[in-house]
């Protein structure tokens, strides 16, 4: 055994090759079947101008110690921490340096694919300083939080109310006399809870506490409030505040817990763009319009439907590639060749693989076309909104929730079941999937419960088809769920033309189903309701339904729009529309019971839809690995021996392997403590030693 002192050895691998065909040329082989374009599409997603500032900030970022991940995966919490903290002080430099805009940060933030303790200062904290408040305040706050002179994060969610906003319980009543405002945490419950950023970071805080002006409860409302002090960080007098512990994933963010003791503020920290507490009566001056605070929920939902498709896209890249250079077992009755030598045969060929990935490939792409439809709808309703016009505003805001609900548990799940595709090295941190699930995780939950978001989407949905049936909705250019009601009313007897398989192709036809698919449910729901009388709480499960089947007609429609609009090659409009065809079928197909159900499908059209997805399978394998490439996420971004762009998977993932920590030395830290002596106690027994018999049985 080596000497202690020689025991900062680092164990590394001999110079071996894999068995061939190695994972670069089986990549360039998956490349050469493509059948279009891939620039093409890249460019057609992002735009080639996109595409240049990310290979010029990627460049800048490979170069910057403070933007390194080596060591990502064997990071501790502190270490977390301190790197996050780290990088968020050198993109401020760097964006000086080189005169980034919004777009070059929200490029860097992409790519280094990591929240920080300063994540919500830019994604809350700006944000509501910007919207809600006045020139006043946007001078008092905004200008010295938009230089990083003061850090903020969002305060809202309690340990004892997360949803329910209206049961919050902090409060802030209005001091007539001094004309400030006492800040109050009640109950242990009303302890703010869960706020990114909170926990070491801010020194200000957005403060959602219940409005009490001359002992009346006018509801949550928001404050700007300083917590900690400018000059040495420390808690203010009446504050306490600390980190809430390690969680499940996300913990490079520093998420934590504040209470208030009758912490008294100023009257300018009531943000006061909307409504208004008079000075010295505490007269309480309404909003002009009470919807005008949706635009910023809009706002955050519509982004996180929009990372969406990041997510899906980077499980299905690093779940292709690493599909395409995996090879497990014979094909007997289609062996794999490969000069003139048969191979084992890539996992991507295998049907069941396809099943489980391909569909994830389409379903990044409907996201990413229906996440711009979001973000083109909320700018445009904001327009409207400036000029008193709120017509978008109620299926805009019940669309977001809803989709918001639907496409991250889209994304969860498809993360998840990427991860088991890769086998057990998917279980690795190498692989690229285990820090991205438990940092993506959360998403399921904040900016509202999944399940209970969808019943703010099934509220509309169903005011929407009682305004039909009384007559008073008509078919409209920009409201498609009034169209698909209306429709519906028109013929509820209607069913699926469709004679053959092929007939499902046509995107009409999908439309047509989705479309009474959910007006069906829409419509059973209201007869539940208001012809028998039942209960909001016993229909939970049907209205989480017909939410998820108008989200779906949403993407469905969406991706076929998209494929219509834009000028495509030929052959790029032919693998988008195989794709689109993919999603809407692979979705049709796990929701069959509501088609059945609602009568527009026959059980032998339900064949021919599982049918059909099986040759769609079949017709975009392969463009597999060219759809991914498509995505444009570099290595850097990934993060994965499994999934690079050069397919060296197994020379990354060893050499990924000699970086871990415990592989810096010869003999763990425990030996002499631990093992030594159980070993030793051996070597001294009476009885024969371990050695002398491996020694006789060599003899």
Request: proline residues 4%.
């Given at each position: 055994m080596a000497l202690l002192s020689d025991n900062n050895v680092p164990t590394t691998f001999p110079d071996l090759a894999p068995r061939g065909p190695n994972g670069?040329?089986?990549?360039?082989?998956?490349?050469?079947?493509?059948?279009?374009?891939?620039?093409?599409?890249?460019?057609?997603?992002y735009t080639q101008e996109y595409l240049d500032r990310m290979a010029k900030i990627l460049d800048i970022l490979e170069s910057e110690p403070a933007f390194d991940k080596t060591n990502r995966y064997h990071h501790s919490r502190p270490e977390k921490i301190t790197a996050s903290l780290w990088k968020e002080k050198r993109l401020i430099e760097l964006r000086r340096e080189h005169n980034w805009d919004d777009v070059d940060v929200s490029i860097v933030n992409m790519l280094f694919d990591q929240s920080t303790p300063l994540t919500l200062h830019s994604q809350m904290f700006l944000p509501t300083l910007l919207n809600q408040t006045t020139d006043e305040q946007k001078k008092l706050f905004l200008e010295p939080a938009l230089k990083h002179h003061i850090i903020g994060c969002y305060a809202q969610t309690e340990i004892g109310h997360g949803s329910n906003v209206q049961g919050l319980e902090t409060t802030a009543t209005y001091i007539n006399e001094t004309n400030e405002f006492e800040i109050h945490s009640p109950t242990l419950t009303s302890s703010?809870?869960?706020?990114?950023?909170?926990?070491?970071?801010?020194?200000?805080?957005?403060?959602?506490?219940?409005?009490?002006?001359?002992?009346?409860?006018?509801?949550?409302?928001?404050?700007?409030?300083?917590?900690?002090?400018?000059?040495?960080?420390?808690?203010?007098?009446?504050?306490?505040?600390?980190?809430?512990?390690?969680?499940?994933?996300?913990?490079?963010?520093?998420?934590?817990?504040?209470?208030?003791?009758?912490?008294?503020?100023?009257?300018?920290?009531?943000?006061?763009?909307?409504?208004?507490?008079?000075?010295?009566?505490?007269?309480?001056?309404?909003?002009?319009?009470?919807?005008?605070?949706?635009?910023?929920?809009?706002?955050?939902?519509?982004?996180?439907?929009?990372?969406?498709?990041?997510?899906?896209?980077?499980?299905?890249?690093?779940?292709?590639?690493?599909?395409?250079?995996?090879?497990?077992?014979?094909?007997?009755?289609?062996?794999?060749?490969?000069?003139?030598?048969?191979?084992?045969?890539?996992?991507?060929?295998?049907?069941?693989?396809?099943?489980?990935?391909?569909?994830?490939?389409?379903?990044?792409?409907?996201?990413?076309?229906?996440?711009?439809?979001?973000?083109?709808?909320?700018?445009?309703?904001?327009?409207?909104?400036?000029?008193?016009?709120?017509?978008?505003?109620?299926?805009?805001?019940?669309?977001?929730?809803?989709?918001?609900?639907?496409?991250?548990?889209?994304?969860?799940?498809?993360?998840?079941?990427?991860?088991?595709?890769?086998?057990?090295?998917?279980?690795?941190?190498?692989?690229?999937?285990?820090?991205?699930?438990?940092?993506?995780?959360?998403?399921?939950?904040?900016?509202?419960?999944?399940?209970?978001?969808?019943?703010?989407?099934?509220?509309?949905?169903?005011?929407?088809?009682?305004?039909?049936?009384?007559?008073?909705?008509?078919?409209?250019?920009?409201?498609?769920?009034?169209?698909?009601?209306?429709?519906?009313?028109?013929?509820?007897?209607?069913?699926?033309?469709?004679?053959?398989?092929?007939d499902l192709l046509n995107p009409e036809s999908i439309l047509a189903a989705f479309g009474f698919r959910a007006a069906f449910g829409i419509a059973e729901v209201v007869s539940l309701l208001d012809e028998e009388g039942r209960s909001w709480n016993s229909l939970l499960v049907e209205i989480n339904r017909i939410s998820r089947a108008h989200c779906q007609y949403m993407l469905v429609r969406q991706f076929f729009v998209s494929i219509q609009q834009h000028?495509?090659?030929?052959?790029?409009?032919?693998?988008?529309?195989?794709?689109?065809?993919?999603?809407?079928?692979?979705?049709?197909?796990?929701?069959?019971?509501?088609?059945?159900?609602?009568?527009?499908?026959?059980?032998?059209?339900?064949?021919?839809?599982?049918?059909?997805?099986?040759?769609?399978?079949?017709?975009?394998?392969?463009n597999a690995v060219a759809l991914v490439d498509a995505f444009a996420l570099p290595d850097y971004y990934l993060n994965s021996a499994l999934g690079r762009y050069d397919g060296k998977v197994y020379e990354a993932y060893t050499k990924m392997a000699e970086q871990e920590p415990l592989n810096q030395t010869l003999v763990v830290d425990g030996y002499e403590r631990f093992i030594k002596p159980l070993v030793h106690d051996g070597l001294k027994s009476t009885t024969p030693t371990i050695a002398s018999n491996l020694a006789q049985a060599k003899l």
């Open positions: 670069d040329v089986l990549l360039r082989a998956e490349r050469a079947r493509a059948t279009f374009d891939v620039n093409e599409l890249s460019r057609y997603m703010k809870w869960w706020i990114g950023g909170l926990g070491k970071a801010a020194n200000y805080a957005i403060v959602m506490a219940r409005l009490i002006l001359n002992g009346k409860d006018y509801g949550p409302h928001p404050f700007c409030v300083q917590i900690r002090s400018l000059v040495d960080h420390k808690p203010l007098k009446g504050v306490t505040v600390g980190d809430i512990g390690p969680k499940f994933g996300f913990n490079s963010v520093d998420n934590g817990f504040i209470l208030f003791d009758h912490y008294r503020v100023p009257h300018v920290s009531f943000l006061a763009k909307y409504s208004q507490v008079k000075p010295g009566s505490g007269e309480y001056v309404k909003p002009p319009n009470a919807k005008l605070s949706y635009g910023t929920m809009v706002w955050v939902r519509a982004n996180i439907v929009l990372d969406v498709r990041m997510v899906l896209a980077k499980a299905a890249t690093i779940a292709v590639r690493y599909s395409a250079v995996r090879q497990q077992n014979y094909d007997a009755s289609n062996p794999k060749k490969w000069e003139g030598r048969v191979i084992e045969t890539p996992v991507l060929d295998y049907t069941m693989q396809q099943y489980r990935l391909l569909p994830t490939i389409a379903t990044a792409y409907a996201c990413f076309f229906t996440g711009q439809e979001m973000m083109r709808l909320y700018h445009l309703n904001q327009a409207e909104m400036a000029k008193g016009n709120f017509d978008l505003l109620a299926d805009l805001h019940a669309s977001s929730s809803g989709l918001k609900s639907l496409t991250t548990t889209m994304g969860i799940e498809a993360v998840e079941d990427c991860r088991r595709a890769c086998g057990g090295h998917g279980y690795s941190m190498f692989s690229g999937f285990g820090q991205f699930y438990q940092d993506y995780l959360p998403n399921v939950t904040w900016e509202g419960d999944n399940y209970l978001l969808t019943q703010q989407t099934a509220r509309y949905l169903l005011k929407s088809y009682r305004n039909v049936i009384a007559g008073k909705a008509s078919v409209s250019e920009y409201n498609h769920t009034s169209n698909y009601l209306i429709q519906y009313s028109q013929n509820r007897t209607a069913t699926c033309p469709a004679a053959e398989p092929a000028g495509l090659s030929p052959a790029l409009k032919d693998v988008l529309t195989k794709l689109a065809c993919l999603f809407a079928l692979h979705t049709m197909e796990k929701e069959l019971a509501d088609f059945l159900t609602s009568g527009y499908l026959s059980s032998a059209q339900a064949k021919m839809v599982k049918a059909q997805v099986i040759r769609l399978l079949e017709e975009i394998r392969p």
